[in-house]
């Protein structure tokens, strides 16, 4: 049995994660935490946390999964490198994952954007283009931000330095 503490309970990905717990007996949801609640009253209930809330949130609660040496699976997004770089140093005393996607035909893309950047080379201009409801928070979006990584470091660039956005952070 895996104890798993879901911050961002309340959310799209956080409810979804739930109910496929509810199909799962191997798993339990030892605590459903969300903005406001006192996470360390219970992290000491859990295995591993599941983390689908907010990016200023994520590097705060990656550091207390360090203290507590709690597993931590990520799936909030806008995080900048900064951050990312912040939450990530955890990766060296707690098993850790940080993913833009889980999605299984996404994660098929990310390695077919890289072949097909490989194999056309410099002579082709790059592009992502992505639609989303309004009410899509971060912008570009995980997804899209891995895909323009994936793209600047085929090429040997910095996606820092290479990305325009029509939009740009959390809106």
């Not at 900048?80 to 996607?101: G, H, K, M, W």
């Not at 085929?154 to 740009?168: F, I, K, P, S, T």
């Amino acid at each position: 049995m895996t104890r798993v503490l879901i911050n961002g309970s309340k959310g799209r990905m956080g409810r979804a994660l739930l109910a496929c717990a509810a199909h799962h007996p191997e798993v339990q949801v030892a605590a459903q935490v969300d903005q406001g609640d006192d996470i360390r009253a219970v992290i000491d209930k859990a295995d591993v946390v599941i983390d689908f809330s907010t990016h200023t949130a994520t590097p705060a609660l990656a550091a207390l999964c360090a203290e507590h040496r709690k597993a931590m699976v990520i799936g909030t997004t806008g995080h900048s490198s900064e951050d990312r770089s912040q939450i990530t140093r955890f990766s060296a005393s707690i098993p850790l994952v940080l993913a833009s996607n889980f999605s299984t035909g996404v994660n098929t893309l990310f390695w077919l954007t890289r072949k097909a950047a490989e194999i056309l080379g410099p002579a082709f201009d790059l592009e992502i283009v992505e639609m989303h409801h309004r009410l899509k928070r971060d912008a570009p979006s995980g997804t899209a931000r891995t895909l323009a990584e994936i793209l600047a470091s085929v090429r040997q660039q910095q996606y820092d330095r290479v990305a325009r956005h029509g939009r740009l952070g959390i809106v």
